[in-house]
């Protein structure tokens, strides 16, 4: 049952700029479309790329060149990249630790996790892509706090259909 609020908006919660966490695999459409966003929430954002095999170099060099280069050119605070080992391949469980430890540490703002998304033509190419996103989604929601919160940043594939 829901209880209606009687507490008005915090102004100390109003000062405070979120923290915006974006996990990141490789340098795509999808992934520049949610850094886009990202930046466009907060400027203090980390993009996370969980590194399975220790082989993070051509994002790396990527990052230099699609992300440091431009937002330096706009005059915006850049994003940081924070690479996360992960010895046995796992993807969620590192992503959900990374968003709990920097909730414990920085106890005042809010943090945003963006989730960016393909969002291709036909429904059932929805279940061969998104669910890694969804599962992060669901962890976060059910080991997080009232001060993390999950957006979707959905990339349309293709054309479509109106």
Not at 13 to 25: F, M
Not at 133 to 156: C, D, H, K, M, Q
Request: aromatic letters at 10%; charged letters at 25%; one cysteine or more.
């Amino acid at each position: 049952m829901l209880t209606t609020c009687r507490v008005p908006v915090s102004a100390a919660s109003l000062a405070e700029t979120p923290i915006v966490v974006i996990p990141v695999d490789h340098w795509s459409d999808v992934t520049r479309q949610g850094i886009e966003f990202a930046a466009r929430l907060s400027s203090e954002v980390i993009a996370l790329h969980v590194d399975a095999t220790e082989h993070s170099e051509p994002l790396e060099s990527d990052w230099e060149h699609y992300v440091e280069r431009p937002f330096r050119e706009a005059g915006k605070e850049v994003p940081t990249l924070a690479v996360l080992p992960s010895p046995y391949r796992f993807i969620i469980v590192p992503i959900v630790q990374f968003v709990l430890d920097l909730s414990k540490k920085n106890p005042g703002p809010s943090i945003i996790v963006v989730i960016p998304e393909l969002v291709e033509d036909k429904w059932y190419e929805y279940f061969l892509h998104n669910q890694r996103g969804r599962l992060l989604e669901w962890v976060l929601l059910s080991r997080g706090n009232e001060r993390i919160f999950t957006v979707s940043a959905p990339w349309y594939a293709g054309t479509r259909k109106s």
